[in-house]
C-alpha cells in the first residue's frame, strides 16, 4: 500500500529556513520520481523540485534555486526539501507526490498518481 505524508511546514520569518519531510513508503518500482509542489491562495498548483528514487538526479524550479535543496535518505524513504532564505512569496501549502513521469517534465507535470495532504509553510514577520 503506497502513503505519501508531508511534515515540517510552519510559520518562519523572511530570511529564515525550514525543512520539508515527505515519508513515500510502499512504492516498489524500478523508476520514479518524487517531487515537492506547492499552492498559494487563489493560485495554481506549481512544482518546486524533484528527485529521482535513486537520487541521481534533481530539478528545481528557477524561482528556488539557489534556496532549496531536495535531497533523499533511502533508508528512510524519506524525501527533505531543505528551504533556505524564504521569501513572503514562498508562502503556500506544500505538496509532494509520487508517480513515473519523465524526469525532464517532473515540476512541469501534475501527472503524479500519488499525493500527500500537504502541509502549510507560511512566511511573515
Known amino acids: 500500500q503506497e502513503h505519501v505524508v508531508e511534515s515540517g511546514g510552519g510559520l518562519v520569518q523572511p530570511g529564515g529556513s525550514l525543512r520539508l519531510s515527505c515519508a513515500a513508503s510502499?512504492?516498489?518500482?524500478?523508476?520514479?520520481?518524487i517531487a515537492w509542489f506547492r499552492q498559494a491562495p487563489g493560485q495554481e498548483r506549481e512544482g518546486v523540485s524533484c528527485i529521482t528514487n535513486s537520487g541521481s538526479s534533481t530539478n528545481y524550479a528557477d524561482s528556488v534555486k539557489g534556496r532549496f535543496t531536495i535531497s533523499r535518505d533511502s533508508a528512510k524513504n524519506t524525501v527533505y526539501l531543505q528551504m533556505n532564505n524564504l521569501r513572503p512569496e514562498d508562502t503556500a501549502v506544500y505538496y509532494c507526490?509520487?508517480?513515473?513521469?519523465?524526469?525532464?517534465?517532473?515540476?512541469?507535470?501534475?501527472?503524479?498518481?500519488?499525493w500527500g495532504q500537504g502541509t502549510q509553510v507560511t512566511v511573515s514577520s
Open positions: 507526490a509520487v508517480g513515473q513521469v519523465l524526469f525532464r517534465l517532473c515540476v512541469d507535470t501534475l501527472e503524479y498518481d500519488y
Open positions: 510502499g512504492f516498489t518500482s524500478d523508476y520514479y520520481v
